[in-house]
């Protein structure tokens, strides 16, 4: 069997993959798609090399089928499809015993602390996986993850119907949560520098307006009659984008930190006390989040061909980092099962 890997000091390769029978309690995984993020990104540049270990098979946005069943595991039967909820935690520590776990201070997450989906076949415990109704294809189901993302975020900043949301970055997360808040009832406007992800994002109906030409502070202010939105979403990882979040939202308006920053950033904190703003991280999700992605997807709320700009074999996946780095594409899946469209 073949994986793709990171080898170290930004190195990426195609791999032969030892694959053993499912350990009890585990489920093997005839992986079909994976797809690539920001994360994965981070793991190729060598951002990451202080927690992995190599040669690491990463990916964790991942769909397939199931290959074999180990001893003890119920309910699952070979064919059956499914996604991974790519979170262990150990349920002790402080975190786990006040519920929640998707944040264990002890969290592996798959695909970085231990081998992912990006390769053919993958052991995995059988209380991670999530199944996938019929009629949903492999393809689609690849974005289960990420969705789920979007989904978390957007619960957890309590969006209500009617609320105005701002979204800061228009990548393939940004793009997700302002359509998972509308499908919530929000009125959004997305502020995305790239003129491709713009196009895309006003393809889908969405208002969306490039702030370095525009003065997002002054369209939100027009936009909401001087009120400012009740949330806004970073998601851009920007360091101006951090400063601008205070400037944008209304009083006793909630803010979300989405993106990963690798350092720290600045913040109007004067905004913050003057208009008792609500300054929250959302990260990951829970088991429920990947049950309503998996409903919006197999509703069509997803704008699946929007998001997905190319599939490519998983001898290519090192040029598909190239190309998602460069910024030349949204969602690049990773045919792992060399079986495009199944």
């Known amino acids: 069997m073949k994986g793709a890997a990171y080898l170290g000091h930004g190195r990426l390769g195609t791999v032969a993959v030892d694959v053993a029978p499912p350990g009890p309690g585990e489920l093997q995984i005839a992986v079909a798609y994976c797809g690539l993020c920001g994360t994965d990104l981070h793991i190729a540049h060598g951002d990451m090399d202080a927690r992995v270990r190599t040669p690491l098979v990463f990916g964790h946005e991942t769909s397939g089928t199931v290959a074999a069943v180990g001893a003890g595991v119920r309910d699952w039967a070979v064919g059956d499809p499914l996604t991974v909820m790519p979170l262990i935690w150990d349920g002790t520590c402080a975190a786990c015993l006040a519920g929640h776990q998707h944040i264990c201070q002890n969290l592996v997450f798959v695909g970085i602390d231990s081998p992912g989906g990006l390769q053919q076949r993958w052991n995995v415990p059988a209380s991670i996986a999530v199944r996938l109704p019929a009629g949903l ?39 997700l949560i302002a359509v998972v808040a509308r499908d919530a009832g929000a009125d959004v406007l997305v502020a995305e520098v790239d003129d491709t992800r713009r196009a895309r994002i006003a393809g ?88 309503r992605a998996v409903e919006l997807l197999r509703r069509d709320r997803i704008p699946v061909d929007t998001l997905i700009s190319a599939v490519v074999p998983l001898a290519e996946t090192a040029s598909a980092i190239e190309e998602l780095s460069a910024g030349r594409a949204m969602k690049i899946l990773v045919d792992v099962a060399g079986e495009a469209g199944s």
Request: neutral net charge; without cysteine; proline residues 3%.
């Open 137 to 175: 294809s492999l393809r689609t189901a690849a974005l289960v993850e990420p969705v789920a993302v979007a989904v978390h975020d957007v619960r957890r900043s309590e969006l209500q119907v009617g609320d105005r949301a701002v979204v800061v970055g228009g990548g393939p997360i940004g793009l």
């Open 204 to 291: 889908l109906g969405l208002r969306v307006i490039d702030p370095r030409a525009d003065d997002l502070a002054g369209e939100v202010e027009r936009w909401t009659d001087g009120a400012g939105a009740d949330v806004v979403f970073e998601v851009s990882g920007a360091a101006a984008a951090v400063r601008s979040t205070t400037a944008l939202a209304k009083v006793r308006g909630t803010i979300v930190v989405v993106a990963i920053h690798t350092a720290p950033r600045e913040l109007d904190l004067q905004r913050v006390f003057w208009r008792e703003l609500r300054l929250l991280g959302a990260r990951v999700y829970h088991r429920g989040d990947f049950d």
